[in-house]
């Protein structure tokens, strides 16, 4: 490849050709374009007219550049530019060794690291020279393969959870050593490890060395502490430098299940330092929930931390036999292990019944006897789920009958009568000593510590399955502490009070730690090596270079101390370890880590990933030369004036295929959503009566125009001043905008959908009022069954409907703003239908009507055609006769007083129903 | 507008808007063959004549509903023809009226078609005679005669510039030239002197294209005539148009000259005007353009 001006080119020979150009120029010139036929009558006055000049019309200077620089695109795109070529620096042909780090620090620029790795892989394959890659975390000899042969299998690598130690160190450098002459690539973390050096020097002795490693720092995260009520968190960066603002986020799942971020707090790295702590004060059921925490923008298991059992504060239920609380609180029966208990879990008091509920982890019977058969079921039901019942023996149980005989349910074993006590007064034994807790016991490798002495104690009674329930056992043998399994769930027994009446134990800080492994409660500070002695943890979750969990499928076991001492790496992975109940998360970054950048000899050069790669731009300028030709071809066509006219059309059917797709669907959704928003705008800007369209013009018309008499009657006698009546389409409509909707029934109307019901009955159960009319009352009686009548049955039968009762004399409507006790319209039916008043309702004698003081009846139901006596024209005659002769125009008028009436109801409720009206009202009903 | 019920439709459109064209008699008794109450025909004149029932084609402003109001039928009401004149039109229906520039602009053939016919009609509702030149169609009376004159309309002629025609005029008649005129000059010339001799006197419309007026063009051109027997070729058009500006304004010129000489009236419209404007110059034109 030659490189002219920083631009590669893979035929540098065929920019000869550009030399051509100006010979083209040249020829461009001088060949006029075609002419054009036109018809012309005016040809005639032409004859006979001379060219002032013999040269046609010139070529103009800037389409003849257009096409030579279309030409040059061509030539100079077939010639195979190059941009950013890669130098070819101090790299030999021979082998070249790929190392990676390969740990968590890199992960969060795995991915830059991967291009970088695969951009020097494609450079590798053009020099032919043979690869083999080292994987320092995962160190394996390196075998030496075509470069291509790499780049398939480079997805495969993947950051560890662990950085490299000296052992792998020194594995590396036998490697070295056994391959001989090879160059090295090293791409860096910026975490320097034990035996770097030695790797490094190893590297120098076989041959020359660049290091790769990114300018960005590495960040991690300790183990979250719980303290002072909040969660600590401290960042560590790997070099100080200026100050940098990290926000660290808590993620978990939220009620519904789903991950999400809980919390996040800032954190601010001083310049020059690097820690940066902070604290999340977050309420218990919060902090449940948290299951890890992670640095924001950082993707990798350093910056990671697990949360475990540190900061999840079991509830602990405390239930007394005998709650004194007048007594001395020494001798409360739960005031050691409320001690115990209360620095990490959260305590609950109350009877059985009350805290069953709430759910606790741990329920504590201290001295309980007997329970209840409904607490036993309870308890039993809560103990099957994974519920934990924790017992002590007191007085009272060693003076019941409990368990005697048989087992009892919530016993872990049978007991003896009495109990015994030794090492009293009259006692014939000195007081007893735990034994060493054995093998298969959760306590096992606890210490004891000499001054834990047993006074009294409750006995079990020999069973055949005692012993594998006994969990701890005094010298002699007698049980101390049994246990038993039901469900998933479980039942333990102390078999001594929860005082220090009957031993020691509960003064000793041994009591505390049984407690903890038996997960009563959890401990706040990160359990020590000692105390995890003798434990075996199993993975369950284990976390990757990029710190995502994954099962952990059949890993083996660690034992307890070496899940605190151990350094992480393939056999010690990073994850959530699980001991029976108990979890512990073990992170990447212990209390005591510090990240140390790696330093580098000044000799070696260190480079970035970010080299740009080698791009190809012959086929941008050769699509650069194709835009050129196009152009020309326009800029032709409208030079010799055959694009006018057609540019038109051409370019109209252009921009419609362009706009096709979009254009149509996104146009009539736009106009939907103008519509509907004029639509309720109009509807909204002032109160308007509605109707509902029926899809029979004369109906639909008459709906108009009588509910535009009833606006202008309103307007002229009340305050209520209506606009336009509006026609709605139950189908596409908002119907919320409108106190009422007249619904005349037509036979055959179409039944709205479920969508339109849906709103319908929202419509009813917001307040809103429909004025059903049948508009039949002149041939059918309600109920009857009038085609409209029936039609009114199936169009009401979804709709939320509550009982109806024809209109009572007493009704509201019939006095909110003329008395009245007839609703005329066009026909005189006194059957007009209401919701029925509640059945308690009576009459207080002496007042004229019911207390009704409950709300507006959603619907009223009558045949009398109301619109029809309302309607008007535009210039206000009447549009249907009503009646004879004076007569009708009474009934008119009345029917215009029931529709006043009608939406003064509506708008003012039942205000009119309030006995405060009633003086006035019987004033002037003349009573 | 091809066929001649289409021609007529446009023709009767554009006439009902103006009121019956009544063309000033000259020369009265050479032209008109009897005096009053001579001619016992309907016509133009002061008295009645007779009712006759409404025809299509009647304007309903001719109805006499005085008359119609007495029974079911519309009756127009007729005079005595008293003063008659004959209209002679010639309009070019050579090649190169068949062109437009502009799918929205009619042709010119077209334009001079309409025109023609509505001017007839006008003159024809007025009682006066039209006819063509020559000896197709002598110039006659009524309805039937706009219809012949619509059919002789649409025939078109295959030679690129057609000759006005000047043979036969009628005496002390009146005539209505309409063309482009982009032909032979001396053809018109001659035509024009031959009809001042027999003391016929007329219009003159001049009808030109849009394009032909602006010479829009550049470049490398071949104009070809519609009919393709002149064709010019020039390297450069955008050159060629002042000359080609010049030459038709020396033409217009020589034209309006021509008019003057020979007591005729030119009139110059385009297509891209409205029709109703060039019938109005040439309603005026034959109303009053020949008072001496």
Same mark, same amino acid.
């Given at each position: 490849?030659?490189?002219?001006?920083?631009?590669?080119?893979?035929?540098?020979?065929?920019?000869?050709?550009?030399?051509?150009?100006?010979?083209?120029?040249?020829?461009?010139?001088?060949?006029?374009?075609?002419?054009?036929?036109?018809?012309?009558?005016?040809?005639?006055?032409?004859?006979?007219?001379?060219?002032?000049?013999?040269?046609?019309?010139?070529?103009?200077?800037?389409?003849?550049?257009?096409?030579?620089?279309?030409?040059?695109?061509?030539?100079?795109?077939?010639?195979?530019?190059?941009?950013?070529?890669?130098?070819?620096?101090?790299?030999?042909?021979?082998?070249?060794?790929?190392?990676?780090?390969?740990?968590?620090?890199?992960?969060?620029?795995?991915?830059?690291?991967?291009?970088?790795?695969?951009?020097?892989?494609?450079?590798?394959?053009?020099?032919?020279?043979?690869?083999?890659?080292?994987?320092?975390?995962?160190?394996?000899?390196?075998?030496?393969?075509?470069?291509?042969?790499?780049?398939?299998?480079?997805?495969?690598?993947?950051?560890?959870?662990?950085?490299?130690?000296?052992?792998?160190?020194?594995?590396?450098?036998?490697?070295?050593?056994?391959?001989?002459?090879?160059?090295?690539?090293?791409?860096?973390?910026?975490?320097?490890?034990?035996?770097?050096?030695?790797?490094?020097?190893?590297?120098?002795?076989?041959?020359?060395?660049?290091?790769?490693?990114?300018?960005?720092?590495?960040?991690?995260?300790?183990?979250?502490?719980?303290?002072?009520?909040?969660?600590?968190?401290?960042?560590?960066?790997?070099?100080?430098?200026?100050?940098?603002?990290?926000?660290?986020?808590?993620?978990?799942?939220?009620?519904?299940?789903?991950?999400?971020?809980?919390?996040?707090?800032?954190?601010?790295?001083?310049?020059?330092?690097?820690?940066?702590?902070?604290?999340?004060?977050?309420?218990?059921?919060?902090?449940?929930?948290?299951?890890?925490?992670?640095?924001?923008?950082?993707?990798?298991?350093?910056?990671?931390?697990?949360?475990?059992?540190?900061?999840?504060?079991?509830?602990?239920?405390?239930?007394?036999?005998?709650?004194?609380?007048?007594?001395?609180?020494?001798?409360?029966?739960?005031?050691?292990?409320?001690?115990?208990?209360?620095?990490?879990?959260?305590?609950?008091?109350?009877?059985?019944?009350?805290?069953?509920?709430?759910?606790?982890?741990?329920?504590?019977?201290?001295?309980?006897?007997?329970?209840?058969?409904?607490?036993?079921?309870?308890?039993?039901?809560?103990?099957?789920?994974?519920?934990?019942?924790?017992?002590?023996?007191?007085?009272?149980?060693?003076?019941?009958?409990?368990?005697?005989?048989?087992?009892?349910?919530?016993?872990?074993?049978?007991?003896?009568?009495?109990?015994?006590?030794?090492?009293?007064?009259?006692?014939?034994?000195?007081?007893?000593?735990?034994?060493?807790?054995?093998?298969?016991?959760?306590?096992?490798?606890?210490?004891?510590?000499?001054?834990?002495?047993?006074?009294?104690?409750?006995?079990?009674?020999?069973?055949?399955?005692?012993?594998?329930?006994?969990?701890?056992?005094?010298?002699?043998?007698?049980?101390?502490?049994?246990?038993?399994?039901?469900?998933?769930?479980?039942?333990?027994?102390?078999?001594?009070?929860?005082?220090?009446?009957?031993?020691?134990?509960?003064?000793?800080?041994?009591?505390?730690?049984?407690?903890?492994?038996?997960?009563?409660?959890?401990?706040?500070?990160?359990?020590?090596?000692?105390?995890?002695?003798?434990?075996?943890?199993?993975?369950?979750?284990?976390?990757?270079?990029?710190?995502?969990?994954?099962?952990?499928?059949?890993?083996?076991?660690?034992?307890?101390?070496?899940?605190?001492?151990?350094?992480?790496?393939?056999?010690?992975?990073?994850?959530?370890?699980?001991?029976?109940?108990?979890?512990?998360?073990?992170?990447?970054?212990?209390?005591?880590?510090?990240?140390?950048?790696?330093?580098?000899?000044?000799?070696?050069?260190?480079?970035?990933?970010?080299?740009?790669?080698?791009?190809?731009?012959?086929?941008?300028?050769?699509?650069?030369?194709?835009?050129?030709?196009? $152009? +020309?071809?326009? /800029?032709?066509? #409208?030079?010799?004036?055959?694009? %006018?006219?057609? !540019?038109? &059309?051409?370019? *109209?059917? @252009?921009?419609?295929?362009?706009?096709?797709?979009?254009?149509?669907?996104?146009?009539?959704?736009?106009?939907?959503?103008?519509? $509907? +928003?004029?639509? /309720?705008?109009? #509807?909204?800007?002032?109160?308007? %009566?509605?109707? !509902?369209? &029926?899809?029979? *013009?004369? @109906?639909?018309?008459?709906?108009?125009?009588?509910?535009?008499?009833?606006?202008?009657?309103?307007?002229?006698?009340?305050?209520?001043?209506?606009?336009?009546?509006?026609?709605?389409?139950?189908?596409?409509?908002?119907?919320?905008?409108?106190?009422?909707?007249?619904?005349?029934?037509?036979?055959?109307?179409?039944?709205?959908?479920?969508?339109?019901?849906?709103?319908?009955?929202?419509?009813?159960?917001?307040?809103?009022?429909?004025?059903?009319?049948?508009?039949?009352?002149?041939?059918?009686?309600?109920?009857?069954?009038?085609?409209?009548?029936?039609?009114?049955?199936?169009?009401?039968?979804?709709?939320?409907?509550?009982?109806?009762?024809?209109?009572?004399?007493?009704?509201?409507?019939?006095?909110?703003?003329?008395?009245?006790?007839?609703?005329?319209?066009?026909?005189?039916?006194?059957?007009?239908?209401?919701?029925?008043?509640?059945?308690?309702?009576?009459?207080?004698?002496?007042?004229?009507?019911?207390?009704?003081?409950?709300?507006?009846?959603?619907?009223?139901?009558?045949?009398?055609?109301?619109?029809?006596?309302?309607?008007?024209?535009?210039?206000?005659?009447?549009?249907?006769?009503?009646?004879?002769?004076?007569?009708?125009?009474?009934?008119?008028?009345?029917?215009?007083?029931?529709?006043?009436?009608?939406?003064?109801?509506?708008?003012?409720?039942?205000?009119?129903?309030?006995?405060?009206?009633?003086?006035?009202?019987?004033?002037?009903?003349?009573? | 507008?091809?066929?001649?019920?289409?021609?007529?439709?446009?023709?009767?459109?554009?006439?009902?808007?103006?009121?019956?064209?009544?063309?000033?008699?000259?020369?009265?008794?050479?032209?008109?063959?009897?005096?009053?109450?001579?001619?016992?025909?309907?016509?133009?004149?002061?008295?009645?004549?007779?009712?006759?029932?409404?025809?299509?084609?009647?304007?309903?402003?001719?109805?006499?509903?005085?008359?119609?109001?007495?029974?079911?039928?519309?009756?127009?009401?007729?005079?005595?023809?008293?003063?008659?004149?004959?209209?002679?039109?010639?309009?070019?229906?050579?090649?190169?009226?068949?062109?437009?520039?502009?799918?929205?602009?009619?042709?010119?053939?077209?334009?001079?078609?309409?025109?023609?016919?509505?001017?007839?009609?006008?003159?024809?509702?007025?009682?006066?005679?039209?006819?063509?030149?020559?000896?197709?169609?002598?110039?006659?009376?009524?309805?039937?005669?706009?219809?012949?004159?619509?059919?002789?309309?649409?025939?078109?002629?295959?030679?690129?510039?057609?000759?006005?025609?000047?043979?036969?005029?009628?005496?002390?008649?009146?005539?209505?030239?309409?063309?482009?005129?982009?032909?032979?000059?001396?053809?018109?010339?001659?035509?024009?002197?031959?009809?001042?001799?027999?003391?016929?006197?007329?219009?003159?419309?001049?009808?030109?294209?849009?394009?032909?007026?602006?010479?829009?063009?550049?470049?490398?051109?071949?104009?070809?005539?519609?009919?393709?027997?002149?064709?010019?070729?020039?390297?450069?058009?955008?050159?060629?148009?002042?000359?080609?500006?010049?030459?038709?304004?020396?033409?217009?010129?020589?034209?309006?000259?021509?008019?003057?000489?020979?007591?005729?009236?030119?009139?110059?419209?385009?297509?891209?005007?409205?029709?109703?404007?060039?019938?109005?110059?040439?309603?005026?034109?034959?109303?009053?353009?020949?008072?001496?």
């Amino acid at each position: 490849m030659t490189v002219l001006g920083g631009i590669g080119f893979t035929a540098p020979w065929l920019l000869m050709a550009l030399f051509a150009l100006p010979i083209l120029w040249l020829i461009l010139r001088a060949v006029p374009p075609a002419p054009i036929r036109r018809r012309f009558p005016g040809v005639a006055l032409l004859l006979g007219l001379k060219d002032d000049e013999t040269v046609s019309d010139r070529t103009p200077w800037w389409l003849l550049l257009l096409r030579m620089l279309a030409v040059a695109a061509i030539i100079i795109g077939l010639a195979g530019p190059v941009l950013n070529p890669e130098a070819d620096a101090a790299q030999g042909d021979g082998p070249l060794l790929i190392v990676l780090d390969g740990s968590w620090g890199g992960a969060t620029r795995w991915s830059e690291q991967a291009e970088a790795v695969e951009a020097q892989l494609t450079r590798a394959s053009r020099a032919g020279r043979t690869v083999a890659f080292l994987d320092m975390a995962r160190p394996e000899p390196p075998v030496f393969q075509a470069a291509d042969a790499w780049r398939s299998r480079l997805p495969g690598f993947r950051p560890a959870a662990w950085q490299p130690d000296a052992a792998r160190a020194a594995m590396a450098v036998s490697f070295a050593d056994a391959l001989g002459g090879f160059d090295t690539m090293w791409f860096s973390d910026g975490l320097d490890f034990p035996g770097r050096e030695d790797v490094l020097s190893a590297f120098r002795n076989a041959g020359a060395v660049e290091i790769y490693q990114t300018a960005a720092n590495v960040l991690a995260l300790t183990p979250a502490g719980f303290e002072d009520g909040a969660v600590q968190l401290t960042a560590l960066r790997a070099a100080g430098g200026p100050e940098r603002e990290i926000t660290i986020q808590a993620q978990g799942r939220d009620p519904a299940g789903n991950a999400s971020i809980l919390a996040s707090a800032g954190a601010v790295f001083a310049a020059g330092e690097t820690e940066a702590s902070t604290a999340l004060s977050l309420p218990a059921e919060l902090r449940a929930r948290i299951t890890r925490f992670d640095i924001q923008g950082q993707r990798s298991a350093g910056a990671t931390t697990l949360a475990d059992d540190a900061l999840r504060r079991r509830e602990v239920a405390l239930i007394a036999g005998r709650e004194s609380r007048e007594g001395l609180q020494l001798l409360s029966p739960l005031h050691y292990i409320e001690q115990a208990l209360a620095p990490n879990a959260d305590l609950i008091r109350g009877a059985i019944s009350d805290v069953l509920p709430a759910n606790p982890d741990v329920i504590v019977l201290a001295d309980v006897a007997t329970l209840s058969p409904a607490e036993t079921e309870g308890l039993g039901a809560w103990i099957d789920e994974g519920g934990m019942l924790v017992r002590f023996a007191g007085p009272r149980v060693a003076a019941s009958d409990i368990s005697r005989i048989d087992e009892d349910p919530m016993m872990p074993v049978r007991l003896r009568t009495g109990g015994r006590t030794v090492g009293g007064a009259m006692s014939w034994g000195q007081p007893k000593t735990l034994a060493p807790f054995r093998e298969s016991s959760p306590f096992f490798g606890l210490r004891i510590p000499d001054d834990v002495q047993i006074t009294s104690q409750v006995m079990a009674q020999p069973d055949p399955t005692l012993a594998e329930r006994v969990i701890a056992e005094l010298t002699d043998g007698t049980p101390l502490v049994t246990r038993k399994t039901r469900e998933q769930g479980q039942i333990v027994l102390f078999h001594i009070t929860a005082t220090a009446d009957w031993s020691t134990l509960p003064l000793s800080g041994l009591f505390v730690q049984m407690l903890e492994r038996l997960a009563v409660s959890s401990s706040a500070s990160a359990p020590d090596a000692a105390q995890l002695d003798g434990t075996t943890w199993t993975p369950e979750q284990v976390m990757d270079g990029f710190g995502t969990l994954s099962d952990a499928g059949n890993l083996p076991g660690v034992p307890g101390p070496d899940l605190i001492n151990a350094p992480a790496g393939p056999d010690m992975q990073p994850g959530i370890y699980a001991d029976g109940d108990r979890r512990l998360a073990r992170n990447v970054i212990g209390a005591e880590t510090t990240l140390t950048p790696a330093a580098w000899p000044a000799d070696i050069p260190i480079r970035g990933f970010a080299v740009p790669p080698e791009q190809p731009v012959a086929g941008w300028l050769l699509s650069l030369s194709v835009l050129l030709l196009l $152009a +020309d071809v326009v /800029a032709s066509l #409208a030079l010799s004036g055959r694009l %006018l006219g057609r !540019v038109n &059309t051409a370019a *109209a059917v @252009v921009l419609a295929l362009l706009l096709m797709p979009t254009g149509p669907g996104s146009a009539q959704t736009a106009d939907a959503d103008a519509e $509907a +928003d004029a639509f /309720a705008l109009n #509807a909204t800007a002032e109160l308007a %009566l509605a109707w !509902v369209r &029926t899809g029979d *013009a004369r @109906v639909d018309e008459l709906s108009q125009a009588g509910l535009t008499g009833l606006s202008q009657t309103l307007y002229f006698r009340t305050s209520v001043e209506p606009a336009e009546p509006v026609g709605v389409d139950l189908e596409m409509d908002e119907l919320a905008f409108f106190p009422i909707l007249y619904w005349p029934v037509t036979p055959d109307q179409p039944r709205p959908s479920a969508e339109a019901y849906a709103k319908l009955n929202a419509y009813l159960r917001s307040g809103g009022l429909i004025l059903f009319d049948t508009r039949d009352a002149d041939i059918s009686r309600f109920g009857g069954s009038s085609p409209n009548g029936r039609k009114l049955q199936d169009l009401a039968a979804a709709l939320d409907i509550p009982p109806l009762e024809p209109l009572p004399t007493d009704h509201v409507l019939t006095r909110t703003f003329y008395l009245l006790q007839d609703f005329p319209g066009r026909h005189t039916s006194r059957e007009v239908w209401v919701e029925a008043a509640p059945p308690d309702a009576e009459q207080i004698e002496g007042m004229p009507f019911r207390n009704l003081n409950d709300g507006v009846t959603p619907v009223v139901i009558g045949g009398n055609d109301w619109a029809a006596a309302w309607a008007i024209t535009q210039n206000g005659a009447p549009m249907v006769p009503v009646g004879r002769g004076f007569t009708g125009e009474r009934q008119r008028e009345l029917a215009y007083r029931f529709g006043v009436n009608l939406i003064m109801h509506v708008l003012t409720g039942n205000y009119k129903s309030d006995q405060v009206h009633v003086p006035a009202l019987l004033d002037r009903l003349g009573q | 507008m091809s066929t001649a019920t289409a021609l007529r439709a446009g023709a009767e459109t554009e006439a009902a808007s103006l009121p019956a064209l009544l063309a000033r008699a000259e020369h009265l008794a050479g032209s008109v063959l009897l005096g009053d109450h001579g001619r016992r025909r309907s016509g133009m004149g002061d008295d009645f004549w007779q009712y006759r029932p409404a025809q299509p084609g009647d304007s309903r402003r001719m109805v006499d509903h005085r008359r119609s109001a007495r029974g079911d039928t519309e009756f127009v009401r007729e005079r005595e023809w008293q003063i008659a004149q004959s209209v002679m039109f010639w309009v070019d229906q050579g090649a190169s009226m068949r062109f437009t520039s502009n799918d929205n602009l009619p042709q010119k053939a077209d334009r001079a078609r309409l025109l023609g016919l509505a001017a007839a009609i006008l003159l024809v509702r007025g009682g006066e005679r039209v006819g063509l030149t020559g000896t197709a169609l002598p110039p006659r009376r009524g309805n039937t005669q706009i219809l012949r004159l619509a059919e002789m309309f649409t025939t078109d002629a295959t030679d690129d510039y057609s000759p006005p025609e000047h043979r036969a005029m009628i005496p002390s008649a009146r005539a209505v030239f309409v063309s482009d005129f982009m032909g032979d000059v001396s053809e018109v010339r001659l035509a024009l002197t031959k009809a001042a001799d027999r003391g016929v006197r007329g219009v003159l419309l001049h009808l030109l294209d849009p394009s032909e007026e602006a010479f829009p063009f550049r470049g490398r051109t071949i104009f070809e005539s519609v009919g393709g027997s002149l064709s010019h070729e020039t390297l450069k058009a955008s050159d060629l148009r002042d000359r080609y500006l010049d030459r038709l304004a020396s033409r217009k010129a020589e034209l309006s000259e021509l008019c003057a000489v020979t007591g005729w009236q030119y009139g110059l419209h385009h297509t891209d005007s409205t029709a109703q404007s060039a019938l109005l110059w040439l309603y005026r034109a034959l109303d009053t353009g020949s008072i001496r």
